[in-house]
């Protein structure tokens, strides 16, 4: 199909769509299965296949597949696992029809979707799963004791509001699917680059983008593989497509990169797959990251995302090996997102060093999965983390964390430590002044007598420490957490320098 072909065809089918939307109608739209090539093999998955079902009519919903390596640090302990996912676009509620090609689900099976607070309760009939989703928004399917060792993620994206570019210019560059490793000769004067639907393969480390690229767009059903170094603003990375680090050896390259002099960078729709470092890593300022998923973190190092300075994270769905979110600069904004963190890093990272940054808020958190091991003693597990490897001396303050819900027991929700992490990593000054923490519902491991089953408050001394924490409406395992019941029902460690300045209400 020729560009101004598949352009006049891109924006009839998404004018109709819209319009349908607009008018308020229900709606899904899936997506087709991106065709192989030589260059690019699209992993679908062998595990699952899914309908989904609306006013009477159901549409099949491609199914990818991401299976865990043997190669690279962390590996050991994901051996013979995989993850599914799908991705659609959705507006209303919709019934999912799960089955498992060449088996049965049993009426017995233990299902569950998460997160919890949907309160979806799967029915099975005819050896299929069926429920309903009540929208968009990002939900995980687990069948049976060890469900999560080859999870279903079905990601219900919102109607796409943003049309291809309609006109025929050199301003658009659409390549060819399969090898695209020259791809960079190509791209001439073209403003934006859109990756169409099929299997795209651009070569191993990361494809510096040219400053003349304002908008990189992967549509619904392609499939790119390699990575994106951003180095100019004002800069778009979007679609419903997947970009996938599958063929990228461990720490090559962040799958999005800006360095710290850039800003008014946005990355929205995408899902991220297999990357063996950040999925998403923003160093500039005014940023957004939004609606976008990680799968397949099958290695340590693998973050999920960072942005910095005056920038925004929100309805995204984060599978990490490492931590999750990284909330590290001033200004920043993380509301409604889902985390599943694997054995490594934490679910939301304060420092690694000490960090001069106020004014974050962090606002509606479901943590569907942590699999931090009992014995280790890692310093970065912890739904919220603060463990400082670098002194500075800075000051971290005015911190709001509000409703954040914790679906199933982890080994600490909080490790807010100043006092050092062995020799190599010794004890460095900071400030934390001025956090709260209001209506957390969490389900926490009972291991008596493990040093690492504990919620910690440590400072550095008397003066560089905590000062004015609040523990708004916290529950752990059914129980409100008090000052009287802190230490037992909360499994609290709180340094006696730092009492003064922790309030349960």
Known sequence: MTAPTRTFHLALSFLCFAALANLGFAAVKTFPAPPDNEHAVVPQSQRYAVRIAQGGKASPSFVYQSDAGLAGPGSQWVEGRSVSWTDFELSGTATIEVSLPGAQISESEEITVYPLRHGIVPTVSNGKARFQIPGEGHYVLTVGENGFDHALCLFANPLSLTPPSLADSPKIYFPEPGDNRDLIKRIGQAEELHFAPGAYQLGGGKLVLPKNIKRVHIAGGAVVYGAFFVGHDNVTIDGHGLLSGRYLKHREAHLIETPSNVGHTIVDGLTVSDFPYFAVRLLGHDSVIKNVKTVGPWVYNADGFVAWKRSTIRDSFIMANDDSIKVYDSNVSVRDCVIWNLNNGACLQLGWSSLDAHDIVVDGIDIIRTEWRPESNAANNGVINLR????????????????????????????????????????????????????????????????????YIIPYDQDYGFKNLVFENLTINGTPITAQNAATAGRFIIDEKSLPEVTFK
């Open 388 to 455: 400082l490897s670098r002194g500075g001396e800075n000051i971290q303050s005015n911190l709001l964390f509000q409703n954040i819900r914790v679906d199933t027991p982890v080994l600490r929700i909080f490790d807010l430590r100043m006092d050092g992490m062995g020799p190599e990593r010794p004890a460095n000054k900071h400030r934390f002044h001025n956090a709260t923490f209001r209506n957390i519902d969490a389900k926490m491991l009972t291991l008596e007598g493990n040093p690492n089953n504990h919620n």
